[in-house]
């Protein structure tokens, strides 16, 4: 079967780093990709890891590790703002298969 | 802004009302799709339309029935739903599938209520 497992819930303050991990059971791999969903809105994409390594996009950078199944998403500088649902998701097929999600909620 | 809409954002319909979702977009993509985002539950994929042609069925029942006249326009035809079908609708479009990191871009939703 196809499965993605991440935290449901992490806290922090403004200014901190958070990192959420995603580990992956999937039939066939062709990447990991992060979206973020802000409360009643669209997910919308981050990032994507197709190969080992570190992805960095400003505050945000995504990590994979194909032989571990694993792969991260790395918050740095947290702002309110970034209070939101964040998924993995791998593409199965013609499909995307999403994690459950991990709400993050920002305090000052 | 993300170039897909949907209309209606609200909807509210009895169990044996007939209704559409529809979707639109305006990214010249080959693909769209129809997820459905229940409280508590991961996003599901329910149909997907690669160049008009249907390439995913979920095991979506029978009550959902998906229509893609283009590339640009999708349809959610709803017929004798349950009430367990409330939740967000959400279409989604691609430059096209199977591709690994292709970007989906995802429409504002359609937030059903079934009474």
């Known amino acids: 079967g196809q499965s993605l497992e991440q935290p449901s819930e992490v806290t922090a303050v403004e200014g901190a780093i958070v990192q959420i991990n995603c580990t992956y059971q999937?039939?066939?791999?062709?990447?990991l990709s992060w979206y973020q969903q802000h409360d009643g809105g669209a997910p919308t994409f981050l990032s994507y890891?197709?190969?080992?390594g570190l992805e960095e996009t400003g505050r945000f950078s995504s990590f994979l590790s194909r032989s571990d199944s694993y792969g991260y998403l790395l918050l740095q500088e947290l702002q309110m703002k970034d209070s939101a649902s964040y998924f993995c998701t791998n593409q199965a097929g013609t499909a995307l298969i999403f994690g459950k999600g991990t709400t993050l909620s920002v305090s000052s | 802004e993300t170039g897909v809409t949907q209309t209606p954002r609200h909807l509210v319909m009895g169990m044996t009302n007939k209704k559409s979702l529809k979707c639109e977009q305006h990214l010249g993509h080959n693909a769209m799709y129809w997820y459905k985002q229940s409280a508590k539950k991961p996003l599901e994929l329910m149909f997907v339309?690669?160049?008009?042609?249907?390439?995913e069925n979920n095991s979506v029942p029978s009550r959902f029935s998906p229509e893609c006249p283009n590339s640009s326009h999708l349809f959610l035809h709803l017929h004798t739903l349950q009430p367990e079908d409330s939740a967000l609708y959400l279409c989604?479009?691609?430059?096209?599938?199977?591709?690994?990191?292709?970007?989906?871009?995802f429409g504002p939703g359609t937030r059903l209520t079934v009474l």
């Open positions: 339309y690669n160049f008009k042609e249907q390439t």
């Open positions: 890891n197709a190969l080992d």
């Open positions: 999937t039939s066939g791999f062709y990447g």
């Open positions: 989604a479009s691609s430059q096209e599938t199977g591709t690994g990191g292709d970007e989906q871009f």
